[in-house]
């Protein structure tokens, strides 16, 4: 076929402008009579606010808008699951991601000074940064519904016949850590009001037609009077998906009547958007001498900081992959979201399917150490093929590669692997 793509090298048609610099990104626009905008982020990661001092702000020479939560319009909140996240933060802070001051200034050197003159009074409350302390009877509550967001479950077969059956049993508790996307381009935003009030907003985003629906919920405003311009995207891994500086940009516009752009430094990047969950995975395996699996039980506690993001979604990718690419006819899992008062956690490759590999491979090694067999053998024997059921009760009827991948590995790095699995 002529438009077969598959296994040729077809040009990427954006290709030249980004290897030479001339594509724009939204962090390199600039329009006539454009402000400059900045954000000032909580130093505490939970408090109470007991006062905002804007006066000496104001003073600065330049400065044309200092915002805090009480000019937000509309539903001072965001979130893709719950709309929790302030755009301003007015009572308590949860997390180093709360924004407490949105200033717009003619210059970058004015905003900047602007936000060194806010007078922030906070009263430090107790917080928790670990995802198992938090789970505990009397942790410090982060939103008053309880600290766990989620608890997703998936039994298959009979658990106490798994372990019956198994002739070694090994368990292991193993972590994985936050990680920051650390993209190229920082998160940056144009936002302005065009002539009738129709709201436009040029921004780097993964989410356009969800960012337009926060924004009318948090600005009052209707969605046919917002346009969000999906610009140029320099590397994104799900860090764009959340709400990062929309709201803030265009409160700004919308207050001095005038563009405003703001661009993240790389720490206040690190501030601004999500991370990947940091997840706790204890597991229990069970094996038959020759190596196959009896039973898995797994318990994961994923930490989604301060705010939901994508947290329930992630930890239910989880739970659905903790048993990896392997027939495993008894399980056990529980995978829980849990609030912490660390920066939010949300959507990054491989969203919740990533971390658990680390445990269920980890598994499989120790049940070959144990065992005395080779890794490749008791990945070879348990391997799903076509027509295997999948811990959840799916099917799998077509595209089940992973004997032929491992073949192919296997003989890559010098394995007679035939000799392996016999």
Not at 48 to 65: Q, S
Not at 187 to 190: K, N
Not at 281 to 298: P, Q
């Given at each position: ?13 954006d ?32 408090a ?18 200092v ?94 016949e ?24 920082t998160?940056?935003?144009?936002a ?7 709201l ?9 037609h ?45 207050r001095?009547?005038?563009?405003v ?18 997840m ?19 318990t ?71 065992l005395?067999?080779?890794p490749?053998a ?25 004997r ?19």
């Open positions: 076929m002529k438009d077969q793509v598959v296994g040729s090298s077809p040009v990427k048609v290709a030249r402008d980004k290897a030479t610099g001339a594509t724009k990104y939204p962090g390199d626009l600039r329009v006539p009579g454009m402000l400059f905008g900045k954000l000032l982020y909580s130093p505490s990661a939970h109470k606010i007991i006062g905002i001092g804007l006066a000496d702000a104001w003073r600065v020479p330049g400065v044309r808008a915002l805090t939560a009480r000019d937000v319009p509309g539903h001072n909140g965001h979130g893709v699951i719950i709309p929790h996240q302030p755009v301003l933060a007015h009572d308590l802070v949860r997390s180093v991601n709360d924004v407490l001051v949105a200033v717009a200034a003619d210059t970058l050197a004015a905003a900047e000074e602007a936000l060194r003159k806010v007078k922030i009074e906070l009263v430090e409350l107790p917080a928790v940064f670990d995802a198992t302390a938090a789970m505990a009877e009397g942790a410090p509550l982060i939103h008053p519904e309880g600290n766990i967001l989620s608890h997703h479950k998936i039994r298959r077969g009979d658990m106490a798994g372990w019956a059956r198994a002739a070694v049993v090994v368990e292991n508790t193993y972590r994985t850590q936050m990680v920051d996307h650390a993209f190229l381009q998160e940056a935003a144009l302005e009001i065009e002539v009738g009030g129709t436009v907003l040029h921004i780097a985003t993964q989410y356009p969800w960012d337009r629906k926060e924004l009318s919920r948090a600005l009052g405003m209707p969605e046919d009077m917002i346009r969000v311009v999906g610009g140029s995207v320099g590397g994104a891994f799900g860090g764009r998906e959340d709400m990062t500086l929309q709201v803030q940009a265009a409160l700004l516009a919308m001095t009547g005038r563009p752009k703001i661009v993240c430094t790389r720490e206040e990047s690190f501030h601004a958007h999500s991370k990947r969950h940091a706790i995975m204890h597991y229990r395996t069970g094996a038959t001498r020759e190596g196959r699996l009896t039973a898995v039980e797994a994961i506690i994923g930490d989604t900081g301060a705010y939901a993001s994508w947290g329930t979604n992630v930890l239910r990718k989880a739970a659905v992959h903790a048993t990896g690419p392997y027939i495993v006819p008894n399980v056990k899992v529980d995978a829980y979201a849990v609030y912490t008062n660390n920066p939010f956690a949300g959507a990054m490759r491989g969203f919740g399917a990533a971390q658990p590999a680390v445990a269920y491979e980890g598994q499989m090694d120790e049940v070959a150490r144990v005395g067999l080779h490749f008791v990945r070879w024997q348990n391997a799903m093929t076509e027509g295997c059921t999948t811990a959840t009760g799916q099917v799998l009827e077509s595209s089940v590669g992973l032929a991948t491992m073949e192919k590995a296997g003989s890559l790095v010098g394995w007679d692997v035939s000799k392996i699995y016999g």
